[in-house]
């Protein structure tokens, strides 16, 4: 359960996607909109994916969790489109014989999306003015493979 | 040989900055990810910054600047990402 | 948010409760009965408390998550009673302004209830004999008082 | 000085292995939490081993080994924690 959404996330269908009767752990995380960012108060937020690459890139995250973590069940879900302040805009759900490895692919996951897939934010101020988040800290051409964050 | 005709995807602040989320590009036969940086900059000098911090996507996948182009690629300007 | 049940957990409750428009970040955590401990088949177990002291560590637990992690939400919720494979046995549900805080409280709020909190369980095979699961490498008589297992 | 009479509540294997949820002790006045272990293994040698892994509650809270016993205070014996 891979996949990009114009819709709310409904992350109970995804935990319950991942849950298994040999695993004793799930951890879910939920990524939601801020009312700011910094000083600067948000009103909502939109999200634009290069989307054929986005889900082949979600795919590939996934699956070098649980190369690393070969036990785990995960399932990943990334919002687009416009959302409101509190919505969730991505949801990992890993669950994995142990707590130890739900939560390290868990995170993993989050960080390496963040750093790798081509999913990109505009920040609207209560104004109606925007701006699109392109992170100084994220070099992607130097090395031209983005990698792990972890 | 014949010219390479390569039309580039262009996403977020790109693709607001281009009006167009496109832009069509003439390089020279066995140009490289690298010769399309370049030709990018000397286009548009004024998003310099932001061009030197993007990814090339070929084919859906990044790739490097020695990698050769070939007609049919599908290719795409990834600025920094910021999903999550 | 913190409390012994023994109706079936319902999560998504749990994380509603914790969502803020501040906040960035959420991180569920379930436990969840596995078929098998070890080698051993397990066909379903009991949860037993001191239900008054557990109530009481339980806030202890999340009052010094909060502590270390000011700005997080925690809400904490422990099942008692008789659990068929695959039911949640505990739920941790965190949410802070950003990810790591979130991972963080939410990991050390599970690892310190398992190490402090007074709940055992008893682990029932599928002839119907039970064994307590008392484990050995807690010592909780020295040092007198457990803490974190961070 | 009067002796002290303190019930212990009892859970999970000790409570199974007393065939009770609690047992009634009598230890001397200024009695401490480390005499109540002692008193404890004397009267169930067979469980020695679990008893030494146990912690002490008293008023739902663990106690140390020095801390005195008081008429009225609640006692219980928590054995290995297993929750989660």
Redesign the interface.
Known sequence: MISLTRQAID??AL?EAV?D????????????????TGEQATARLE????A???E?EMRRVVEAAQQRWPQTRIALI?RLGTLE??EV??AVAV?A?H?AE??AA??YV?DT??????????EIGPDGTGE?????D????DP???ESAV | MKPLLIEVRLFAALREAAASSTVALELPANATVGDLRQLLVRRWPQWRTLLERCAVAVNQAYAPDQQRLTAGDEVALIPPVSGG
Chains 1, 3 share one sequence.
């Open positions: 992350y109970q935990t849950r009767p040999q695993h004793g752990a799930v951890v879910l995380f939920l990524g939601t909109v801020r009312d700011r999200y634009e994916a290069y054929a690459m986005a082949r990334h302040v509190g805009s991505v669950s014989p707590r739900a939560f868990c995170r989050i999306l963040k750093a790798t897939v081509p999913i990109w934010k505009k699109w988040v392109h992170p100084a994220i070099s992607m051409s031209f493979r983005p």
